[in-house]
């Protein structure tokens, strides 16, 4: 089993960006998806972004156009490219890699915006 961990969080204002890299102590190419959660204080935890091992990629709406996903099976890397940071950003977010119907996670790494 894959070990994931995250870095690239921080304290930002609105407006910025921020890279957040998850890197795995494994191969990832055969993870069915990689995938960014976040969970806000008092919120559930949610989907941000997939990327499949077909290619495909999915976004949530509200990030959608602002965030990028980006998968280096080569280097058992996923990344997550933020741009135009709301403060309805702000959360701690998790990297996680499905295998079939198991899912490894990271221990996260957090992410504030400032207005």
């Known amino acids: 089993q894959v070990q994931l961990v995250e870095s690239g969080g921080g304290l930002v204002q609105a407006g910025e960006s921020l890279r957040l890299s998850c890197l795995a102590s494994?191969?990832?190419?055969?993870?069915?998806?990689m995938v960014w959660y976040r969970q806000a204080p008092g919120k559930q935890r949610e989907l941000v972004a997939s990327a499949r091992s077909g290619g495909s990629i999915m976004y949530a709406p509200s990030v959608k156009g602002r965030f990028t996903i980006s998968r280096d099976n080569a280097n058992n890397a996923v990344y997550l490219q933020m741009n135009s940071l709301k403060p309805e950003d702000t959360a701690v977010y998790y990297c996680?890699?499905?295998?079939?119907?198991?899912?490894?996670w990271g221990q996260g790494t957090q992410v504030s915006v400032s207005s």
């Open positions: 996680g890699a499905i295998f079939g119907l198991e899912a490894t």
């Open positions: 494994g191969n990832i190419e055969s993870a069915d998806s």
